[in-house]
């Protein structure tokens, strides 16, 4: 199964597929080598920030192993008007990437000698500006 990676560098995002199973047995906290995600990224260094599973459960630091767990949560991301004392169980996934993890979210740490936009040039590029109507002409 292919990893979907979104990289993140200071407000860009670039996103990459990857066929390989390099990063099964990784946790959340671990540092990668850019080589090891594609031969491009050379002397680039990653840091796993989070993912999602196929059915779009988080990861989540605090969870040892690959399994899901449900727990109790009373503040943090997936809590939105969060009344004082409310409680709500939630189901998360354990920080160890396993074939079962579709998405993985990274930051660059070390940059390469390459720019990301040099080897991504598709990529977030400016939108097109729209053509404005001619206006009406008064009669």
Do not use: C, H
């Not at 939105?80 to 993985?104: C, F, N, P, Y």
Request: no cysteine; aromatic share 6%; glycine share 12%.
């Amino acid at each position: 199964m292919a990893f979907k990676i979104n990289i993140s560098d200071k407000g860009k995002a670039w996103k990459v597929q990857l066929e390989s199973e390099v990063l099964v047995g990784k946790s959340l906290g671990d540092k990668i080598d850019g080589k090891d995600i594609k031969a491009e990224l050379e002397g680039y260094e990653f840091e796993i920030t989070g993912g999602s599973d196929i059915s779009g459960f988080p990861m989540a630091k605090e969870i040892v192993g690959i399994g899901l767990k449900r727990r109790l949560l009373s503040k943090g991301w997936g809590m939105r008007d969060s009344g004082e004392g409310m409680l709500r169980r939630k189901t998360q996934r354990g920080k160890t990437i396993s074939s079962a993890v579709s998405l993985i979210n990274m930051k660059v740490i070390k940059s390469g000698s390459k720019a990301l936009q040099e080897i991504f040039p598709e990529q977030n590029q400016p939108k097109a500006k729209k053509e404005a109507a001619p206006a009406p002409v008064a009669a």
